[in-house]
Structures are given as C-alpha cells and as structure tokens.
C-alpha cells in the first residue's frame, strides 16, 4: 500500500484572512486487485477552468476515475510498487482500467498490459524512486526530479526497480488539435 499523503489546502476565513481549510490524510484512495502494486491518491479536482476557487468542500470524495472532469483537472499520486513479471503476466489491463472508467483507453495487443492513453495533457514529477515509462516502440527510465509532459499518448509504467516509485501527476481535459 502507498504511504499515506498529508493534503494541506488554503483558504479564506470569514474575515478574508488567509487560512488552511482542510489538513489532513487524503482519502480518495484506490488501490485494485486487478493492478496490484498501484496506489492511486486524488488530492484535488476541478470541474471547469479557469477553476472555481473559494472551495470549502472536498472536490474528491466521489469515485476515482482515470480521465479528469470535462473542460477540469486532477492533481493526484500514484505509487508504482516493483513489479514482478510473472503476476504481471497473468493480469487483466482492460479490468484493471475500466474499474476507473477508462477500460476503452487500454491499447490492446500492447507489449504491457496497462498501456493506455487518455485524452488529456498530462503534467508529471517523479518524487522518489524511478521507473520505466514505455512508449509504443520506446521506453525511457526516469528517475526522480524528471519531469514528463505527456500529450495524450500511448504509454505504460514499468517499475522494475528494487523501490516504490511515486509520481505526482497533473491531468487537464485536452482537445486533438
């Protein structure tokens, strides 16, 4: 299981004087039988941009899905635990995808069982670890402080390290041009 994520978030008081409104333990946590090893942690989401601010409500407390909201985004992290090639082996992607709503974005027939894509521009950065990120033909480890800017395409994480792996992702709604 990931470690769990202290998630600090500001606000106004009543007064207009800056304050924290929330902190504590974030708790829109999946972790899937068909993806053992792979924690995923939403922090905070936004249904519309430019983003509503002034929230007092937790925007993640609703089911974990992989895309972000329509014309939104999500900020979250996951946790990438080694893996071991012969469970890998025998598990299912598009299950594993489509209990967070994204069992189309799994790339059948890939090299990796979870390559997938989604239709969003994709801000990331590696917090600990390293891990493979593979492409259709291509794969590149990144380690941490690497940064990856994915615009909606095919892709996998491999961890085939010793160590987790955690990476903070930024997701935004994004349009084919």
Not at 54 to 83: A, C, M, W, Y
Not at 161 to 170: H, K, R
Request: glycine share 8%; proline share 6%.
């Amino acid at each position: 299981m990931g470690r769990k994520i202290r998630r600090v978030v500001t606000g106004h008081d009543e007064n207009g004087l800056a304050t924290v409104i929330m902190d504590g333990d974030a708790d829109c946590i999946l972790q899937r039988p068909n993806r053992p090893g792979v924690t995923l942690t939403n922090l905070w989401q936004n249904t519309k941009t430019p983003a509503v601010m002034e929230r007092h409500d937790d925007p993640v407390t609703g089911p974990l899905i992989l895309h972000p909201p329509k014309n939104g985004s999500v900020f979250r992290i996951v946790q990438f635990d080694p893996e071991n090639p012969d469970e890998l082996a025998k598990l299912d992607g598009k299950a594993a995808f489509s209990e967070m709503g994204a069992g189309a974005n799994v790339v059948e027939g890939a090299r990796h069982p979870f390559m997938h894509r989604t239709d969003s521009l994709d801000y990331a950065v590696v917090l600990t670890g390293e891990i493979y990120m593979m492409m259709d033909e291509d794969e590149y480890l990144v380690k941490a402080g690497d940064v990856i800017i994915q615009q909606g395409t095919n892709h996998a994480w491999s961890n085939r390290g010793t160590e987790p792996c955690q990476i903070a992702f930024i997701l935004i709604d994004a349009e084919k041009d």
